[in-house]
């Protein structure tokens, strides 16, 4: 294949090109903001695990605080029926005294063991909803650091999304002078060299694999016409002349 000196030069602004539009999409995918938003999502979605344990907490301590009152005010009322007839004089039977007596202390001993039991609860359930503010309040705070790091990293995915358009539109506009022959090489190469499919040949080194060539590849080379598109004998390359060759 030949193409003329000054097109094999500009493949390599096209190849310069191409190595920035990869250090752009690296650069995205790589951007410190990723690593800091999927540590804080997760810590975030632990806390509000947390959070909706606590209030799940609350919520059953409340069932068990109302109908622990319920108990309460039923054991109450019904010591109230009691003293009522033990004062109204309407049981006159010692028997039956005695037993509305001891009914009556036995309700007494009852209703302060479930006044216990509602204390004991309602603390429970302060210590439940004390939890859910200090959980709440840290959710919060994840959230807004959450929405920083977002804002960000958007801001950065933008800038280089802006640039990525630029250097695109500039390599479209700097191969399309090219012959088509060459550029298909080039392409292909590219994708087969890991993104470097046309190197520079400095001071007798290929640029592209850093190998400095030997006595023989150099005469061949100085043999070879300008026009002619020479390849990298080890890593297949383009390998691009100018006058900094060393040939």
Do not use: F, W
């Amino acid at each position: 294949m030949n193409a003329a000196p000054a097109d094999q030069i500009r493949l390599l602004d096209v190849q310069a090109l191409d190595l920035r539009l990869t250090q752009l999409a690296h650069k995205r995918r790589t951007l410190p903001e990723h690593a800091e938003i999927e540590t804080l999502t997760a810590d975030l979605a632990a806390l509000r695990a947390l959070l909706v344990a606590a209030q799940t907490e609350e919520g059953d301590t409340a069932r068990e605080q109302a109908k622990a009152e319920q108990d309460v005010e039923q054991v109450r009322q019904r010591a109230a029926r009691d003293q009522k007839r033990l004062d109204s004089g309407a049981v006159t039977s010692p028997k039956d005294l005695e037993s509305l007596q001891h009914e009556i202390a036995s309700l007494a001993r009852r209703q302060s063991d479930l006044e216990d039991i509602v204390l004991e609860v309602m603390e429970r359930r302060e210590s439940a909803q004390e939890r859910i503010t200090e959980l709440t309040g840290r959710v919060e705070s994840l959230e807004a650091k959450v929405a920083d790091a977002t804002a960000r990293r958007d801001a950065a995915a933008r800038e280089i999304d802006e640039e990525t358009a630029s250097v695109t539109q500039e390599r479209a506009t700097t191969a399309a002078a090219l012959p088509a022959d060459l550029l298909k090489l080039y392409d292909k190469l590219r994708e087969q060299q890991g993104g470097v499919g046309a190197a520079r040949l400095y001071q007798r080194r290929c640029e592209g694999c850093r190998l400095e060539l030997n006595i023989t590849e150099i005469n061949d080379l100085r043999a070879a016409p300008a026009d002619a598109v020479v390849r990298c004998e080890n890593c297949r390359r383009i390998l691009v002349r100018t006058p900094k060759s060393g040939l």
